[in-house]
C-alpha cells in the first residue's frame, strides 16, 4: 500500500516532515473520487487484465459512484465514508497497479502466496472490497428508507391508517361533513319511451307490409 497517500492523510509527507510543520491534507471531493474511477477503469481497458478481474473493477465502480453522492449522510469523520473514499482513491488503484507491474506469464501461474498466483491474491483482494462496498452502501440506503418508514408512520398518526384509506381535511370548515359529488341526471326521455324503455314502433295496418 502506498505510504505516500497515507502520509499525506495524517499529514506526514515528506515536506512536512523536512519542515516539522504539520500538513492537513485536504478532503477529497466527489470530482477527485470520480476522477480516480476514471483512472482505474483505462487502467483496465483493452484487455489489460483478465475478464474476471475487469467484471469485478466494474462491479466495485458501480457501487462506489452510487454511494459518492450519498457520502455527506455519513457525517464528518466517518470510517464508512473514509473506506469508500480510500477505496476510489487508493485501495481499489494500488491493487491493480500491483498486478499490472508483474509480467502477465508470472502474475498469472507463478504461486507467490500459499500457492495462489499474483491473479488469485488480485481477485481475492477485489471480492473484500466489493463485500465492503455493497456494506456501506446498504447502511447509506437503509438510513433513507429508515427515515422512509418513519414518515410513513407519521402520516399515519395523523391522518388515520393506510389500511382504512385515512382521510385528509383539504379546506372545508372545521367540523363539516365531506362533500358529496353532484347527482348525475338522467338524460330526458324521448316520446317513444314508455315505462320500460323504448319501444319498437310498429308499421300502420293496410301499408302494405308483408
Not at 23 to 32: A, I, K, L
Not at 110 to 126: A, E, F, W
Not at 174 to 194: R, T
Request: glycine share 12%; with cysteine.
Amino acid at each position: 500500500m502506498s505510504g505516500g497517500f497515507l502520509g499525506r492523510l495524517f499529514g506526514r509527507d515528506e515536506q512536512g516532515s523536512a519542515s516539522g510543520r504539520l500538513v492537513v491534507p485536504s478532503v477529497p471531493t466527489s470530482e477527485d473520487l470520480l476522477a480516480s474511477l476514471d483512472r482505474v477503469a483505462e487502467m483496465v481497458s483493452d484487455g489489460a487484465v483478465p475478464g474476471p478481474v475487469a467484471s469485478r473493477v466494474r462491479r466495485i465502480d458501480r457501487v462506489v459512484r452510487d454511494t459518492i453522492p450519498r457520502l455527506s449522510r455519513l457525517g464528518a469523520g466517518s470510517p464508512r465514508a473514509y473506506t469508500v473514499m480510500a477505496t476510489a482513491t487508493n485501495y481499489l488503484p494500488e491493487a491493480i497497479g500491483g498486478y499490472l507491474r508483474l509480467p502477465r506469464h508470472f502474475a498469472d501461474n507463478r504461486p507467490v502466496d500459499n500457492g495462489k498466483s499474483s491473479l488469485m491474491v488480485l481477485v481475492d483482494q477485489l471480492d473484500l472490497l466489493a463485500a465492503t462496498m455493497d456494506q456501506v452502501f446498504d447502511a447509506v440506503c437503509r438510513e433513507d428508507a429508515d427515515a422512509l418508514v418513519a414518515h410513513g408512520r407519521f402520516l399515519a398518526e395523523k391522518f388515520g391508517s393506510a389500511s382504512n384509506g385515512g382521510s385528509l381535511d383539504v379546506g372545508g370548515p372545521a367540523g363539516s361533513a365531506p362533500l358529496s359529488p353532484p347527482a348525475i341526471p338522467s338524460p330526458p326521455s324521448s316520446p317513444e319511451d314508455g315505462p320500460a324503455g323504448p319501444q319498437r314502433l310498429q308499421p300502420p295496418s293496410g301499408s302494405g307490409a308483408a
